[in-house]
């Protein structure tokens, strides 16, 4: 059953002959906070000066549920329509950064300020003119973004009268009192001013009825509308009660406004609370109510009248709500929102520039799922890539799930599961939004012969095709192996479509993380997405041996090599074989390689940017996120990092023209 | 069936007169793999010179089955007590490091080189004092401990005569040719020969027997033994055959003795194959055979005979076997010794000073388990060690899991797993064998306020007792929160207890990882097995502003603050409580905290080492993981760390002995 309120916020008799009202029921629905989620992430931010929003309210619920001030997805756009026969109405929204900004905020002032604009509405004459001022609502939320819980206060200021309002006459419903005639002409003429003014709802106009006709009319219409009443004047209300002897809240302000205005001239008003109702398909306005109250007389001084309007929460006590939508959000979306949280948060404050799509939306290729391949996957996934494949030929064995965080001791059971396999599966298990594949076959390496039989010949040109398709569908190609031969033909492959390369390798306890020069197009191609394909300024300057060398002209992982890449698992002791190392040290170079991949990708010239050196630790970065090195060659014993530039070698194995010529026919460049 | 082999390794008509041989099958158990493991990382690591193994045989097998050659988790201890009447058998591991040299190891060339050591002791006469000299086998293998594969070649050397030996007696079973008595006197002089010799069996003897008795000698004792016996020569050999036609493998090496020794004054001799069975519980010698031969004269020159041996594969060929133990191995004890494996590698060739135990024995306790705790736990994981324990408060929400790697979607659900609770479990499902507990409690904080009811105060005090518990069974602290003052407490807690404290912290792109510098104890105490607690000679260094400060001067987190710990949480906006930070981040700081806290345990003076500073970088390092500095500062927008070095503050709110003494008045120290 609805609460009513008494002008006085005092408890009353309720036979006394003082009106009280029934008050509004906030109906902020699971729209309404996904908007507010929106807004906050990518338009409001750290912004909190307060915003225009827009609620309705209608007259449609069932006999005894409260009146409603509904706020929906819609609430943020004030143009949006409002369905059909609701009533808009406007509110502040005041959306604190902090839990501790919403407790704190002084609701008082907060409700004076409110009524103050109200009461100067009045005193004016434009809220004659756009009633819509009376009908305002505030709103302060606070919400956490972290556990999905919002914190709202709604308030809905009402003016009061210093001593009340006495009734006259008793509310009776408008059947009572209307003949069929009249509620069929009341209806059609209100209609017809919904239309005149072109509105779905009307909150406030003016009535004069005679036996057979009913009039209405805006408020602004006021002088000689009532001329021929006889001092009798009627006023109508657009009512979201339904409570049959008390009016709902928006009559509040405009008794109001009607006191200041006309009080001087009027004894009494009669009072039609319009109750516009589609019950069942079927619309009816005899639920209306009427009723006459005395107009109280030099009532206000200039001054501000007291207000009410803040809301009781659930418990019945004055205080904030709390929704946890946590609940009842879909938990996969509820995932995809919290993942992409963190990274907006990163602009609102620290990086305003950050170009968070480039990042998100780079096609990631993990060719190698193992110490380095998963630390490179869980930090991909911090960054909200959404397209991870690995390729791998391995199966998990008992004492990698230690080392290898995307794996666990179930994974090594009955000869162990394939790591590509796993490792996407994984992905999957983390979170449900990324697109993740595994491929468990192998790259073909130099120097490993291949068993020359019809079989093996054939399954060793499918996992080149195969390698060949997949650096094609991907924008960026980590190379995460433990052999250096078999990161040969993915390099040649890469460097031949422009791919950019980031190449990670550990030793015991030293790491090199690396980006590949990337190759200048022969023609100007339409590139991908990630990197402008056009060589930028970076080409015009001067190019020393270790200093503003451009993208194109780097190095790639086997430039420095003076042999070919041969057989490096044959002859290798265990020790060798593990790659053993301390086991800090994947971690760290797996994370600096997708932060070396964002930083390149952040770069307006991605791929072809000019290599930052050590010595440029001193300078300006070129972008928001820092250096775009070339190398990062980390030593764990000192626990220092430097970052070597080098060139291409002309006669490289791997990514020189020639190589590429050979390999690559069809796409011969430079 | 068992095969049987005639000298010339020539398939020979069974109906040949020719003698052929059953040869030996070789049964290495488990036991034995998972001792050469053992050996392999802890004792051989890198040696591949050739190691003397122990092997057994015996013949208690069911009739049809071959004879074998048993090697089990003793055969490494050639010491070891040998089964009941089996009979010893000496042979050569010869382990390699690689596949590689396992597959191009000379066969030939060990096999003659084995056989030429046989044929020498018999020229020598050294194997008619020692018979076990013609008793011996050539073991190759090549251990692959990454997959639990096991390679290897089994050979059991024999000499041969170059035209094979003539059966004059074709071979029958004793019970048709001995009479009970004479097979009991047999039994009898032969176990009294053993009990004389202190042995399991005897493997090869001299037999004369009469109507009504049986006299056997060792070989040794050949002069005058058959003196009485009329030309006549019967010599014994202990048989693990059961096949009735053929003699075992072990006969070989004895008819070439026989024939070199004595070839000139016999023309032939009696064989009795010994056959010293066990079958449920009953010993039978009855099933022995014997037979009769033609003694070779003039077979041999002074070279070593043509030798055969290496044992054919499951497929019939000549090749090595393999032994997958991965699947009859017990999944979660080959996981910990999987684990293992990794880290003993390290030892093997690249740190060979690393002392591994004062690592995996350090109980660790980490204070949060967000990104920082789940990656410092993973690495902790990697370095093996097996106390690790978590203390939080939160609970896992959707956008955890994407940045914390402990977690997955499914821990979201239904409001979020405590975090303390579902890190210790995951690390569970990564390695059963880890000892992982999570608490699930706050940590009091300064500024924070209590609600001052019964019940709160009541529980805070609880914490705080809890905490200190904690700390108490741990040796590791490791502060990895998300606010300043929740570090306190346990700082305070930890610099009162000396336990080592390492504290890792985030920015967005920047991070500090330090060592809390560790007071001196008042007395010498027992400290635990991690530190020294007696500061080393670094005290009697100088210490200036910012070298050469040992341990006991460093400061803490909070040595450097003005004020004391407040509320930092109070009214951050959502960028700050999320402690926004470029996804690689804590990966890095959390690998670094566990590298940190590895090189100071490595450290011999631990807690209290000189710290190094960024100007160390040049000098020698002084562990063989490399410097120990007292912070690691990060840059990640410059790919660059610096190593800070700071003396502890007398005022300091968390360290000074002032703070220590009115929060543990009872370990006041200094």
């Not at 225009?52 to 409260?66: A, E, L, Q, R, T």
């Not at 803040?310 to 004055?318: A, P, R, S």
């Not at 970052?643 to 069809?666: E, G, M, N, Q, W």
Request: aromatic content about 10%; charged content about 20%.
């Amino acid at each position: 059953m609805a609460a009513v309120s008494n002008e006085s916020q005092n408890p009353v008799d309720p036979g006394s002959s003082k009106l009280q009202f029934a008050p509004f029921s906030s109906a902020l629905n699971v729209g309404f906070w996904h908007e507010l989620t929106q807004k906050k992430l990518n338009e409001y931010r750290l912004d909190e000066t307060p915003k225009v929003i827009k609620g309705y309210y209608y007259n449609g619920d069932p006999s005894g549920f409260p009146a409603r001030l509904t706020l929906e997805y819609s609430a943020f756009d004030i143009n949006a329509s409002i369905p059909a026969r609701c009533c808009p109405a406007f509110g502040t929204l005041y959306n604190t950064n902090t839990f501790e900004t919403f407790k704190s905020c002084d609701k008082k002032s907060l409700l004076e300020k409110e009524a103050n604009e109200i009461w100067e509405s009045i005193k004016s004459g434009a809220a004659l003119e756009n009633p819509m001022l009376l009908n305002r609502f505030l709103l302060l939320t606070f919400a956490d973004l972290k556990k999905y819980h919002f914190y709202y206060w709604f308030c809905y200021p009402a003016l009061c009268f210093p001593d009340g309002i006495h009734v006259i006459q008793k509310p009776v419903c408008l059947g009572d009192r209307f003949s069929l005639n009249q509620i069929q002409a009341l209806q059609k003429a209100y209609d017809e001013l919904c239309q005149t003014e072109g509105v779905t709802a009307f909150p406030y106009f003016l009535i004069k009825y005679h036996d057979n006709s009913v009039v209405v009319s805006p408020l602004k219409k006021w002088d000689g509308f009532f001329q021929d009443q006889g001092g009798k004047v009627t006023v109508g209300v657009y009512d979201p009660c339904n409570l049959s002897h008390y009016p709902g809240w928006p009559l509040r302000n405009f008794l109001i406004l009607a006191s200041h205005k006309w009080g001087n001239i009027l004894q009494s008003i009669e009072v039609l609370c319009f109750r516009d109702r589609t019950m069942q398909g079927v619309r009816d306005i005899t639920h209306s109510i009427i009723f006459e109250i005395k107009l109280p007389q030099g009532a206000f001084g200039p001054d501000c009248p007291k207000a009410v309007g803040w809301e009781k929460n659930q418990k019945g006590g004055m205080g904030p709500r709390v929704v946890n939508l946590s609940e009842c959000m879909d938990p996969k979306r509820l995932a995809e929102s919290s993942v992409d949280l963190n990274l907006k948060l990163m602009c609102w404050r620290l990086v305003p520039t950050l170009d968070l799509e480039k990042i998100v939306s780079a096609k990631c290729l993990l060719l190698g799922a193992g110490t380095l391949g998963c630390s490179v996957a869980r930090t991909l996934m911090g960054w909200g890539v959404r397209k991870i494949t690995f390729v791998d030929n391995a199966r998990i064995s008992y004492s990698n799930p230690v080392r290898q965080p995307l794996y666990e001791f179930e994974d090594c059971l009955s000869g162990g599961k394939p790591k590509a396999l796993a490792a996407a599966e994984r992905l999957q298990k983390i979170f449900p939004g990324v697109n993740s594949e595994g491929y468990n076959m192998s790259i073909p390496m130099p120097g490993h012969p291949v068993n020359f039989s019809e079989v093996t010949m054939a399954q060793a040109r499918k996992d080149v095709a195969t390698l060949e398709e997949l650096i094609d569908a991907h924008d960026v190609v980590f190379l995460l192996m433990d052999t250096r031969e078999s990161r040969w033909l993915p390099a040649v492959i890469a460097a031949s479509k422009r791919k950019l390369v980031i190449n990670a390798a550990l030793g015991f306890d030293t790491f090199v993380v690396m980006r590949h020069g990337l190759k200048k197009p022969k023609q100007q191609e339409t590139g991908n997405a990630c990197f402008n394909t056009a060589p930028g300024p970076s080409d015009l300057l001067g190019s020393s041996l270790f200093s503003n060398i451009p993208g194109y002209k780097l190095g790639c992982y086997f430039c420095n090599d003076v042999v070919a890449p041969g057989d490096s698992t044959r002859d290798r002791t265990l020790d060798q074989q593990c790659t053993v190392s301390r086991p800090g040290l994947a971690m760290i170079a797996g994370a600096l390689a997708v932060e070396l991949m964002v930083s390149v990708l952040q770069h307006p010239e991605g791929g072809y940017a000019v290599a930052s050196s050590s010595d440029d630790r001193m300078n300006e970065p070129p972008t928001s996120l820092g250096l775009v090195p070339h190398q990062i060659r980390g030593f764990l014993s000192r626990f220092d990092n430097v970052l070597p530039v080098s060139l291409a070698f002309d006669k490289c194995t791997a990514c020189s023209p020639k190589i590429a010529r050979i390999h690559y026919p069809a796409t011969i460049h430079q």
